[in-house]
């Protein structure tokens, strides 16, 4: 049977095209009902907003459920593709995220973007590159026929590095573009939207297996919160470009230029995961998902740190919003070609 022809849920098989008639929604309600919708970027906490932080943390929460660290205990027989996906991870992706954010915005579209928004682009975009996935990745691993046990082992891992090195990482990449980090509200999202769930979604995890087993759990219970973590996404990216609106049709092209540099950034980390984990022989249901990994990103997180460091009409939350879109048409090019280089 052809990969590509496993099947792929509905909610996430046209995400692309979701997010594309929230983005059209968001801009027509920003534009109708602009005043009347105001009142809801006003409602923070310590500079994060209340309503799209429980849309956030409704996003995150099902993704922590699928979570299980007891299965870190047997990654030393098979260590290799871990450190492959760390190495891609924490010590060559946010740092060529950032250089290519800068590149591309203070640089090459120097000629379209005010000097004084292209901070905030590339802080989008660092916000974007400093975290891996920890969801959809286990749908492109699937596409791609990965192990999905030691796809686990693997996003289990690198959600427990998220909550030490994001904040060193962002910090100090946004640290060497100038830009001013109130890093109270930085460890504030980091625990909001990352530590809060993560701790719910492992004892919920426990629980319900121990009381319904592992199958009930997986096929039902699962399966129930997906349309969830979906339909908050879509409620988000209405909400956003609802202010980010008015920003927008004054310059429509700025979609396409923030896309540029993430598409390119996407496949480059993809080939270097993907030659690297060739070249140290790591059989391909391991260098499949660990090149997945690298490629993707956490961009709930993302999307969520924009809007508490930056607000909900800044350059920055749009650049991971711009993420989310092309996301889903650029990883499933990846997984046609891992599927493809099958080895």
Not at 249 to 268: C, D, E, G, R, S
Request: proline share 5%.
């Amino acid at each position: 049977m052809n990969p590509l022809k496993k099947k792929i849920g509905f909610f996430e098989k046209y995400l692309t095209l979701w997010v594309a008639l929230c983005i059209g929604g968001g801009i027509l309600i920003g534009h109708l009902f602009g005043d009347s919708v105001r009142f809801l970027s006003e409602l923070e906490v310590y500079n994060v907003n209340i309503p799209v932080a429980i849309l956030i943390w409704l996003m995150i929460y099902p993704m922590m459920l699928q979570i299980d660290f007891t299965s870190i205990k047997n990654i030393r027989k098979r260590p290799k593709g871990l450190v492959l996906t760390l190495v891609v991870n924490w010590l060559i992706k946010p740092f060529t995220m950032a250089f290519f954010a800068w590149i591309f915005f203070s640089k090459i579209y120097a000629a379209y973007i005010d000097p004084s928004l292209a901070g905030e682009y590339i802080a989008g975009a660092i916000l974007l590159g400093a975290a891996p996935c920890t969801a959809m990745v286990f749908v492109w691993s699937y596409l791609t026929d990965g192990d999905p046990n030691y796809t686990l082992v693997q996003v289990s891992v690198n959600d427990l590095i998220i909550l030490v090195a994001y904040v060193p990482i962002v910090g100090l990449l946004l640290g060497i573009t100038n830009i001013i980090i109130p890093y109270d509200t930085l460890v504030a999202s980091v625990l909001i939207f990352v530590v809060v769930p993560l701790a719910a979604g492992s004892l919920t995890n426990h629980y319900l297996i121990k009381k319904r087993g592992k199958e009930w759990f997986t096929n039902v219970f699962l399966l129930k919160l997906k349309p969830v973590s979906i339909l908050a996404l879509l409620v988000t990216l209405i909400l956003l470009f609802a202010f980010q609106g008015h920003n927008i049709t004054k310059n429509p092209v700025i979609i396409l230029l923030i896309a540029v540099p993430l598409v390119i950034q996407t496949y480059l980390i993809f080939f270097i995961a993907w030659f690297g984990g060739k070249r140290i022989k790591l059989p391909h249901a391991i260098c499949s998902p660990a090149a997945m990994i690298g490629a993707s990103n956490f961009f709930e997180l993302a999307v969520a740190v924009a809007i508490a460091l930056f607000g909900l009409q800044s350059p920055a939350a749009l650049v991971t919003v711009v993420g989310v879109l092309v996301e889903v048409p650029v990883m499933l090019s990846l997984v046609a070609l891992a599927n493809k280089w099958k080895y």
